[in-house]
């Protein structure tokens, strides 16, 4: 914009991605870079975040959470055409990219971690522009960008992970199903092989059995440890796991696989606290010195420096020896996106400014946790869900959606982020099974289980009672809801293998959930087809989100589908169907004479 002559060098790192890098005269005077692009009206813009759409905080720089989280709307589709999208980290659907896809064939990845945003023709009908701030480091004082070159959606993900990292595929057992609740309470204790434990964790031991539902990862979410925020030190709190090593050996004597929660948040300020370790090695992020405090609104002085190598050395070594000492399995990661010291003033260990280190914590965060669990599973055998994500985090783990409250409309924008992160690189993803926050609705939970089932990771818990003989909702034990919740565990063990199979495809990108453009990008009607998808290479899956609804329309592609569930019903593509859907059953349709168990 100043009219200066600058240095444009373009060139094909590979056989289908180029490298275009403009650099300016005078880069220290750099304040901001972008680009715009002519965009047909006609070109459908996917991916950048897994979010409906930006809406404002609730409180920005308090509560980061945008409005529209927390009640989404009746909006968004797939196509991103015609918003704003904003490239800033925020909570709590927090997987980002600054990378979209076109209905044209292409891909284009925007390099660094600077604050930006993306104008997908709303500014201007014909044109997709981006914009972001320059940095303090020689890769954020200039424009660097990548075009991929597809057409199709899976070679653009295959050129895209190349570049950006390889996406981390689960060990089979993440496959099965989870179960967790948002907090365990301290004191309520009752007997687990003829051991005093947690009351809620024995009763779902005591109702997997006694309604036979098969057992699968059992996740431990915070607080369960000692100290403020039950998250204060690397040690079990026994208020609220008391004999712990025999609560774990009984889940494991039963066949599931155990996880914990874990963050970079130094809490407490007594002696032996991680908080006051960290402030006394000099391991907090920058920003006002005060004594390490973890609180959701008023906290102080505990995110930890990511940066600095001696910190990340120093986390991750208390977190191996926890792990293993445990034998935990997996990690849930959460919270990375929040309190991040984010100003131009904050200037990390490694010299970079809050501006430049925002969308760059979740991937620091995630390799501290990757390689912790590395270090403590060198076989591999491990898993790191995580909810923030930023270019190559993918790298290190998996992500779940955030809190989606518990209504018909956050179902729907499941569905909805699902696919968004399928076009981002982030090729399995998870939503909390009923919402988050305690569903009003029975039916919402019915509906959720069924769609969790044919998701990349079907986890069940949540704030509240998430479960069908615990019901925030009448009856209280819901027998229609036991069956429901019974039969789709059971089914996603019995398509364990297909999910396997499919989900190794996800080491090139190629998602487990894939939105029905990936099966035929020429075929308009599926340009922007949001409420449908197909699970791995041979289901096409129809949830229903509205509560009440009994049918809904499917529209199926090219090809022959035969019904997953009467093998009698087949449907010839391409036609749309009013199909029927009982509140026990989701529509799933098999492609032509795929065998699929």
Same mark, same amino acid.
């Given at each position: 914009s100043e009219a200066d002559p600058v240095t444009?060098?373009?060139?094909?790192?590979? !056989?289908?991605? &180029?490298? #275009?890098?403009?650099?300016?005269?005078?880069?220290?005077t750099l304040a901001a870079f972008g680009a715009r692009f002519r965009s047909p009206r006609s070109e459908v813009i996917y991916g950048l975040t897994e979010r409906l759409r930006d809406s404002p905080p609730i409180a920005d720089g308090v509560i980061d959470i945008p409005q529209e989280d927390v009640q989404p709307p009746e909006v968004g589709s797939l196509d991103r055409r015609g918003e704003t999208v904003e490239m800033y980290v925020r909570p709590t659907f927090s997987v980002y990219a600054p990378f979209y896809q076109s209905s044209r064939g292409y891909g284009l990845a925007v390099a660094g971690t600077t604050i930006g945003a993306f104008d997908v023709a709303k500014t201007d009908p014909k044109v997709v522009s981006f914009r972001f701030e320059a940095g303090t480091t020689p890769e954020h004082r200039r424009l660097a960008f990548h075009v991929f070159v597809g057409p199709e959606h899976r070679t653009i993900?295959?050129?895209?992970?190349? =570049?950006?990292?390889?996406?981390? #595929?689960?060990?089979?057992?993440?496959?099965?199903?989870?179960?967790?609740?948002?907090?365990?309470?301290?004191?309520?204790?009752? &007997?687990? !092989?003829?051991?005093?434990?947690?009351?809620?964790?024995?009763?779902?031991?005591?109702?997997?059995?006694?309604?036979?539902?098969t057992p699968g990862v059992y996740l431990f979410d915070r607080p369960v440890l000692q100290g403020e925020y039950g998250f204060a030190r690397l040690s079990w709190d026994d208020?609220?796991?008391?004999?712990?090593?025999?609560? =774990?050996?009984?889940?494991?004597?039963? $066949?599931?696989?155990?996880?914990?929660?874990?963050?970079t948040w130094?809490?407490?300020?007594?002696?032996?606290?991680?908080?006051?370790?960290?402030?006394? =090695? $000099?391991?907090?992020?920058?920003?006002?010195?005060?004594t390490p405090h973890c609180d959701d609104l008023s906290g102080t002085s505990f995110i930890l420096d990511v940066t600095n190598p001696a910190a990340q050395a120093w986390w991750q070594e208390k977190l191996r020896a926890f792990i293993a000492a445990n034998g935990i399995d997996g990690i849930k990661l959460d919270r990375g996106e929040e309190h991040i010291p984010s100003q131009a003033t904050d200037v990390w260990a490694n010299g970079r400014t809050g501006r430049e280190v925002r969308n760059d914590y979740p991937n620091l965060q995630g390799k501290i946790h990757f390689d912790a669990l590395q270090a403590a599973h060198p076989g591999g055998d491990f898993l790191l869900f995580s909810r923030p994500g930023y270019t190559g985090t993918q790298r290190y783990g998996v992500v779940w959606g955030g809190d989606i409250p518990g209504t018909e409309l956050g179902l729907r924008s499941a569905i909805i982020s699902q696919q968004r992160a399928a076009f981002l690189g982030f090729p399995i993803w998870g939503s909390d099974t009923g919402g988050y926050y305690e569903f009003t609705d029975r039916e919402v %939970?019915?509906?959720w289980i069924e769609f969790s089932a044919f998701s990349g990771i079907m986890e069940i818990g949540g704030k509240g009672n998430h479960a069908p003989w615990d019901m925030p909702t009448a009856p209280t034990f819901d027998q229609e809801l036991v069956d429901i919740y019974r039969d789709y565990t059971d089914l996603r063990l019995t398509l364990h293998d297909y999910v396997v199979d499919a989900a190794n495809d996800a080491a090139k990108g190629m998602p487990l959930v894939r939105p029905l453009v990936f099966f035929d990008r020429k075929d308009r009607k599926?340009?922007?087809?949001?409420?449908?998808?197909?699970?791995g290479p041979d289901l =096409?899956?129809?949830?229903?989100?509205?509560? $009440?609804?009994?049918?809904?329309?499917?529209?199926?592609?090219?090809?022959?589908?035969?019904? %997953?569930?009467?093998?009698?019903?087949? #449907?010839?593509?391409?036609?749309?169907?009013?199909?029927?859907?009982p509140l026990a059953t989701i529509p799933v349709y098999v492609r032509g004479d795929a065998q699929v168990p």
């Open positions: 444009v060098t373009i060139r094909w790192t590979r !056989d289908r991605t &180029l490298e #275009v890098v403009v650099e300016p005269p005078a880069p220290e993900l295959d050129e895209y992970t190349a =570049l950006t990292g390889r996406p981390f #595929v689960p060990p089979d057992w993440a496959f099965r199903h989870w179960r967790w609740r948002d907090e365990l309470p301290a004191g309520e204790t009752a &007997l687990l !092989d003829n051991v005093e434990v947690n009351a809620k964790v024995a009763e779902d031991v005591q109702m997997y059995h006694e309604l036979r539902i208020a609220r796991l008391p004999n712990q090593a025999a609560l =774990l050996a009984g889940l494991r004597s039963r $066949g599931y696989r155990i996880m914990t929660w874990s963050s130094m809490c407490g300020s007594d002696p032996g606290d991680d908080g006051l370790e960290a402030q006394m =090695l $000099g391991f907090i992020a920058p920003g006002p010195v005060a %939970f019915a509906r599926l340009r922007d087809r949001w409420d449908e998808y197909l699970f =096409l899956v129809a949830p229903v989100w509205r509560s $009440g609804a009994r049918q809904r329309e499917v529209y199926f592609p090219r090809g022959t589908w035969r019904s %997953f569930w009467n093998p009698d019903e087949r #449907v010839r593509g391409r036609r749309t169907k009013m199909v029927d859907a």
